[in-house]
């Protein structure tokens, strides 16, 4: 099937002009709908025959980003955008929209996903396509069509809509970090119990760090408070005109004036993924892991002492990184070589 | 209420893409609609058009009158692309194919009274010595045999005595000598429905008549059925493609469909041309029913009789 021209490029802009807004809000996709007039992308003089496949293919593209790995803000805003095409649609009956079998247990957690952190308006609207009868439930989610290719479209995933690949985050997680806490716990009341003095452990037995689990926890947070500002980072260089070579840059990141920031520059200058976006759940998620382990010094505020041992850790990451082949989309262009080590 | 934030809030046509739109789509569509007013004479739907967009939707949302024939819920459609075996130069590309909508539960052998292909129509025999005597007989009826070929199990039409296992030369073929092909299996068609299968979506299968009319089959697609299908079994197995095959015109009046082919025939201008009844008989018979001339003559059944 040709692609329905512009459509993706539409897409693209209101699920972006959502992501910037920063909420997952319904109402302010609607409003953004309704600054597009967006349910006008199926005027035009055609005929039904016409109509119908263009429905089709229209729902199809939109469907796309609402699977992973997609972040949740633009799943979320793939929802609104599929419930707002299937209403508008001019189609009699109503054209429907295609899931695969594969993909219903990540929509069904999805769904588990948006109860718990009570986006309750996105929960009604899942529910009221469902309610109108709004899926087909296939074995396969593109239908097969039989035209030769001219060539073959790889599908492109646009690479700021993508959730950060943040392996530290999948690994260190919420349960992994209790686990260890507990095991920690129990650890040192076998020391006790063992040694001579019942109230605290042996000395001869202290073999390793005793916040080891808590330093654990905040070199992660530091990981995810970096990832955050070095996107930040790069969008707002982003946006400055991107024909200006770095002297520019250069200058807008004195302007921040601390060592901090020049770290950073010289990160973004080395890194090698593309632009990562910070969902909203990520931010839940983030107020959990403070409050879920106890003691007021789980601060996002790192000591000095902890950040020069969590620099090199950082550094050493970014060297691997560097080694790996790079690709660079859309980043300005780096005129001089960062001899910066 | 939600609904009220997507739907335009003043009267529009949707025929006319406004002026002041923002959206890349209707930017490029409403370019090629204008090129299209300027350059189309008369824009109306022509036949083609209407027959495939009625095939598609004549069926959605019926209802049969007799409720046991009422499709349940969680009843699987599949939609399978048969393939015509007629081999045009034109249709080097995109081979034409019909599409058909089956019911999970039915058997294979409904499926397989449903192909319509022209090669069940033929009349065998030359008939220019006696053009009245053209059997009733099509080869539909005297050679009843056909199997389909999914995932290495023969599934071979046995409902009839006259039936032949035509899979069994294949069989022995393969285990003749050891050519890569295991298991080759042959069972009776009648016993097994589509849901007992286990298929390939986009895999290439085989449907063999009439002994050597091979048609390729496809399932492009599996899904639940839904709330707005047609939802009478009766109507199944479903037709909703067909491609459309133009037929061959009387050589005489280039009016009626040919009904008659001749082969070195003295009076005809070419080798081999195609006549209609009327004109056939006018041409080669006189008034007495004497063959006029020196020809073979054969029926001829047209690809396009389907349309």
Same mark, same amino acid.
């Given at each position: 099937?040709?692609?329905?021209?512009?459509?993706?490029?539409?897409?693209?802009?209101?699920?972006?002009?959502?992501?910037?807004?920063?909420?997952?809000?319904?109402?302010?996709?609607?409003?953004?709908?309704?600054?597009?007039?967006?349910?006008?992308?199926?005027?035009?003089?055609?005929?039904?025959?016409?109509?119908?496949?263009?429905?089709?293919?229209?729902?199809?593209?939109?469907?796309?980003?609402?699977?992973?790995?997609?972040?949740?803000?633009?799943?979320?805003?793939?929802?609104?955008?599929?419930?707002?095409?299937?209403?508008?649609?001019?189609?009699?009956?109503?054209?429907?929209?295609?899931?695969?079998?594969?993909?219903?247990?990540?929509?069904?957690?999805?769904?588990?996903?948006?109860?718990?952190?009570?986006?309750?308006?996105?929960?009604?609207?899942?529910?009221?396509?469902?309610?109108?009868?709004?899926?087909?439930?296939?074995?396969?989610?593109?239908?097969?069509?039989?035209?030769?290719?001219?060539?073959?479209?790889?599908?492109?995933?646009?690479?700021?809509?993508?959730?950060?690949?943040?392996?530290?985050?999948?690994?260190?997680?919420?349960?992994?970090?209790?686990?260890?806490?507990?095991?920690?716990?129990?650890?040192?009341?076998?020391?006790?119990?063992?040694?001579?003095?019942?109230?605290?452990?042996?000395?001869?037995?202290?073999?390793?760090?005793?916040?080891?689990?808590?330093?654990?926890?905040?070199?992660?947070?530091?990981?995810?408070?970096?990832?955050?500002?070095?996107?930040?980072?790069?969008?707002?260089?982003?946006?400055?005109?991107?024909?200006?070579?770095?002297?520019?840059?250069?200058?807008?990141?004195?302007?921040?004036?601390?060592?901090?920031?020049?770290?950073?520059?010289?990160?973004?200058?080395?890194?090698?993924?593309?632009?990562?976006?910070?969902?909203? +759940?990520?931010?839940?998620?983030?107020?959990?892991?403070?409050?879920?382990?106890?003691?007021?010094?789980?601060?996002?505020?790192?000591?000095?002492?902890?950040?020069?041992? +969590?620099?090199?850790?950082?550094?050493?990451?970014?060297?691997?990184?560097?080694?790996?082949?790079?690709?660079?989309?859309?980043?300005?262009?780096?005129?001089?070589?960062?001899?910066?080590? | 209420?939600?609904?009220?934030?997507?739907?335009?809030?003043?009267?529009?046509?949707?025929?006319?893409?406004?002026?002041?739109?923002?959206?890349?789509?209707?930017?490029?569509?409403?370019?090629?609609?204008?090129?299209?007013?300027?350059?189309?004479?008369?824009?109306?739907?022509?036949?083609?058009?209407?027959?495939?967009?009625?095939?598609?939707?004549?069926?959605?949302?019926?209802?049969?009158?007799?409720?046991?024939?009422?499709?349940?819920?969680?009843?699987?459609?599949?939609?399978?692309?048969?393939?015509?075996?007629?081999?045009?130069?034109?249709?080097?590309?995109?081979?034409?194919?019909?599409?058909?909508?089956?019911?999970?539960?039915?058997?294979?052998?409904?499926?397989?009274?449903?192909?319509? $292909?022209?090669?069940?129509?033929?009349?065998?025999?030359?008939?220019?010595?006696?053009?009245?005597?053209?059997?009733?007989?099509?080869?539909?009826?005297?050679?009843?045999?056909?199997?389909?070929?999914?995932?290495?199990?023969?599934?071979?039409?046995?409902?009839?005595?006259?039936?032949?296992?035509?899979?069994?030369?294949?069989?022995?073929?393969?285990?003749?000598?050891?050519?890569?092909?295991?298991?080759?299996?042959?069972?009776?068609?009648?016993?097994?429905?589509?849901?007992?299968?286990?298929?390939?979506?986009?895999?290439?299968?085989?449907?063999?008549?009439?002994?050597?009319?091979?048609?390729?089959?496809?399932?492009?697609?599996?899904?639940?059925?839904?709330?707005?299908?047609?939802?009478?079994?009766?109507?199944?197995?479903?037709?909703?493609?067909?491609?459309?095959?133009?037929?061959?015109?009387?050589?005489?009046?280039?009016?009626?469909?040919?009904?008659?082919?001749?082969?070195?025939? +003295?009076?005809?201008?070419?080798?081999?041309?195609?006549?209609?009844?009327? $004109?056939?008989?006018?041409?080669?018979?006189?008034?007495?029913?004497?063959?006029?001339?020196?020809?073979?003559?054969?029926?001829?059944?047209?690809?396009?009789?389907?349309?």
């Amino acid at each position: 099937m040709s692609a329905v021209p512009g459509l993706k490029e539409d897409c693209e802009e209101l699920l972006g002009a959502f992501q910037q807004a920063d909420t997952v809000r319904f109402e302010h996709f609607a409003e953004l709908w309704r600054e597009r007039r967006f349910h006008t992308v199926f005027y035009g003089r055609m005929r039904a025959l016409e109509r119908n496949k263009l429905t089709k293919k229209t729902l199809e593209v939109a469907q796309q980003y609402f699977f992973p790995p997609y972040a949740f803000q633009i799943r979320v805003g793939a929802l609104y955008l599929l419930y707002g095409l299937y209403n508008a649609q001019l189609c009699e009956p109503k054209q429907k929209i295609r899931i695969a079998l594969k993909d219903w247990p990540e929509i069904q957690k999805f769904q588990q996903d948006l109860l718990d952190s009570q986006h309750y308006d996105a929960a009604y609207i899942f529910r009221r396509l469902r309610l109108a009868r709004a899926f087909h439930f296939t074995a396969m989610p593109k239908l097969l069509t039989y035209r030769t290719k001219k060539k073959i479209e790889e599908s492109y995933f646009k690479e700021e809509f993508k959730d950060p690949s943040n392996r530290v985050n999948s690994l260190i997680t919420n349960d992994v970090l209790e686990e260890l806490m507990n095991i920690h716990d129990h650890y040192q009341k076998m020391k006790c119990v063992i040694s001579a003095d019942k109230s605290q452990p042996d000395k001869a037995l202290s073999l390793i760090k005793d916040d080891f689990v808590v330093n654990l926890k905040d070199i992660t947070l530091e990981h995810q408070e970096w990832q955050q500002n070095r996107m930040k980072l790069f969008r707002n260089a982003k946006e400055t005109d991107e024909t200006e070579n770095k002297k520019k840059e250069g200058t807008l990141l004195e302007s921040e004036g601390s060592e901090r920031a020049n770290a950073l520059a010289r990160i973004k200058y080395r890194s090698y993924s593309a632009v990562v976006e910070a969902s909203k +759940s990520r931010r839940h998620r983030q107020v959990q892991l403070e409050s879920s382990e106890s003691g007021s010094h789980c601060g996002k505020s790192p000591t000095r002492s902890k950040k020069t041992r +969590s620099q090199p850790a950082r550094r050493g990451e970014m060297q691997v990184a560097k080694e790996t082949a790079a690709r660079h989309i859309g980043m300005p262009i780096i005129v001089e070589e960062n001899s910066d080590e | 209420s939600i609904d009220m934030l997507m739907s335009s809030e003043k009267e529009e046509d949707p025929d006319v893409i406004p002026e002041d739109n923002n959206l890349l789509t209707l930017r490029i569509r409403k370019k090629v609609l204008e090129r299209r007013e300027e350059t189309i004479i008369v824009d109306r739907a022509c036949r083609q058009e209407t027959l495939t967009y009625e095939m598609e939707s004549h069926a959605t949302g019926k209802r049969p009158d007799n409720p046991t024939d009422l499709i349940e819920e969680g009843e699987l459609l599949l939609t399978v692309n048969i393939f015509y075996p007629v081999i045009f130069q034109k249709h080097k590309d995109h081979k034409p194919y019909q599409t058909v909508l089956v019911l999970g539960s039915q058997k294979l052998t409904e499926l397989k009274d449903s192909i319509s $292909c022209v090669s069940d129509l033929q009349i065998g025999g030359e008939f220019s010595s006696q053009p009245d005597q053209a059997p009733e007989h099509i080869s539909k009826d005297l050679y009843k045999s056909a199997f389909f070929y999914f995932e290495g199990i023969f599934y071979n039409d046995k409902r009839y005595p006259e039936c032949r296992d035509l899979s069994r030369t294949i069989i022995e073929w393969s285990e003749s000598h050891d050519r890569g092909y295991e298991n080759l299996q042959s069972v009776k068609m009648e016993d097994y429905v589509f849901n007992d299968l286990s298929l390939k979506i986009g895999f290439p299968y085989l449907f063999c008549h009439q002994g050597n009319c091979e048609h390729i089959i496809i399932i492009t697609d599996i899904r639940l059925i839904h709330h707005n299908d047609c939802l009478d079994r009766n109507l199944y197995p479903l037709l909703i493609k067909k491609h459309w095959l133009c037929t061959r015109k009387c050589f005489v009046c280039k009016m009626y469909t040919a009904r008659w082919v001749t082969n070195r025939d +003295s009076l005809a201008p070419q080798d081999p041309c195609f006549f209609c009844d009327v $004109c056939f008989r006018m041409l080669h018979y006189d008034a007495e029913g004497n063959k006029l001339g020196e020809f073979l003559a054969y029926p001829y059944v047209d690809p396009g009789i389907f349309n």
